[in-house]
T-cell receptor, first 113, second 115 residues
Framework: DTGVSQDPRHKITKRGQNVTFRCDPI?????LYWYRQTLGQGPEFLTY????????KSRLLSDRFSAERPKGSFSTLEIQRTEQGDSAMYLCASSVTIFYEQFFGPGTRLTVL | AQKITQTQPGMFVQEKEAVTLDCTYDTSDPSYGLFWYKQPSSGEMIFLIY??????QNATEGRYSLNFQKARKSANLVISASQLGDSAMYFC????????????FGQGTRLTINP
């Protein structure tokens, strides 16, 4: 049994570039979440999918951010025209229902130079 | 307003001692869930324990127990017989009812276990 996986684990990019992260949830989990965690803070919710439908988005998710889950399996999070303030750990989580815990992946650490 | 408050930025404990990590929460929703996660230096969030607002008994999972005091809106994590591997950041989180999906996290407590 594999847990939630994320790729890449680390990404260094220059300001203004686009980046895309991938998340593969636990196979039977139909709910998938993205969070962002900056240094010294707890994770902050970005968006949530139930199967392929994106059902909730945080105000933190500006128009430079887009997330997809095209076939209800893996998800991608794209950040366009990256800014230094986007530097953070991006965490993906999945769950089988809302009544159970969310299982987190190892995260993608983004550094914008 | 802060929904989850963890007032202890750092805690230092001797190995084998018990430790209590504080968490208070704020919600007007009668249905909610409270979670504790551990985040080692590797970065992955590890689920530890869950307490539902309607649960009559405090949750326990091995060496972890949750001291749930609903009237005081507190959900403290108790770790018994601490081990060196318990050194990590610990986050308290809440999921409110009404179909809300997201977890709201506190700022965390860094726990250091000394040999």
């Amino acid at each position: 049994d594999t847990g939630v996986s994320q790729d890449p684990r680390h990404k260094i990019t220059k300001r203004g570039q686009n980046v895309t992260f991938r998340c593969d949830p636990i196979s039977e989990h139909n709910r998938l979440y993205w969070y962002r965690q900056t240094l010294g803070q707890g994770p902050e919710f970005l968006t949530y999918f139930q199967n392929e439908a994106q059902l909730e988005k945080s105000r933190l998710l500006s128009d430079r951010f887009s997330a997809e889950r095209p076939k209800g399996s893996f998800s991608t999070l794209e950040i366009q025209r990256t800014e230094q303030g986007d530097s953070a750990m991006y965490l993906c989580a999945s769950s089988v229902t809302i009544f159970y815990e969310q299982f987190f992946g190892p995260g993608t650490r983004l550094t914008v130079l | 307003a802060q929904k989850i408050t963890q007032t202890q930025p750092g805690m230092f404990v001797q190995e084998k001692e018990a430790v209590t990590l504080d968490c208070t929460y704020d919600t007007s929703d009668p249905s909610y869930g409270l979670f504790w996660y551990k985040q080692p230096s590797s970065g992955e969030m590890i689920f530890l324990i869950y307490q539902g607002s309607y649960d009559q008994q405090n949750a326990t999972e091995g060496r972890y127990s949750l001291n749930f005091q609903k009237a005081r809106k507190s959900a403290n994590l108790v770790i018994s017989a601490s081990q060196l591997g318990d050194s990590a950041m610990y986050f308290c989180a809440m999921r409110e009812g009404g179909g809300a999906q997201k977890l709201v996290f506190g700022q965390g407590t860094r726990l250091t276990i000394n040999p």
